[in-house]
């Protein structure tokens, strides 16, 4: 599976972006798919995640109530809708996929399929 990440830019502090990342290729059944950041000289960390079969997601506690996740099947897309926007939350994003187990969501080393990025950056 290829995935395809866009939507980043640059935007002042407060406002909104929405990423995509598209789903191309041989997409397997029931896929956990997530979105990943890493600021600058930062870790990457876990931002959110969608069981692409029955819809559940979850967020990090730093961005909750403020990032939606979603998907669109006919699609083959994910969303990360962002509110609120905060100078920290400036980072690269990316959008992962795997299958599995829904408990290991958040770690992205079980995660086997990468996008390449899409630069946020948030201005004061």
């Known amino acids: 599976v290829q995935l395809q990440a866009s939507g980043g830019g640059l935007v002042q502090a407060g406002g909104s972006l929405r990423l995509s990342c598209a789903a191309s290729?041989?997409?397997?059944?029931?896929?956990?798919m997530g979105w990943f950041r890493q600021g600058p000289g930062k870790e990457r960390e876990f931002v959110a995640a969608i069981n692409w079969g029955d819809g559940s997601t979850d967020v990090a506690d730093s961005v909750k109530g403020r990032f939606t996740i979603s998907r669109d099947n006919a699609k083959n897309t994910m969303y990360l809708q962002m509110n609120s926007l905060k100078p920290e939350d400036t980072a690269v994003y990316y959008c992962?996929?795997?299958?599995?187990?829904?408990?290991?969501?958040?770690?992205?080393?079980?995660?086997?399929?990468w996008g390449q990025g899409t630069q946020v950056t948030v201005s004061s």
């Open positions: 290729g041989r997409i397997f059944r029931g896929p956990l």
């Open positions: 992962a996929a795997r299958q599995g187990s829904w408990s290991l969501r958040t770690f992205q080393k079980y995660y086997g399929h």
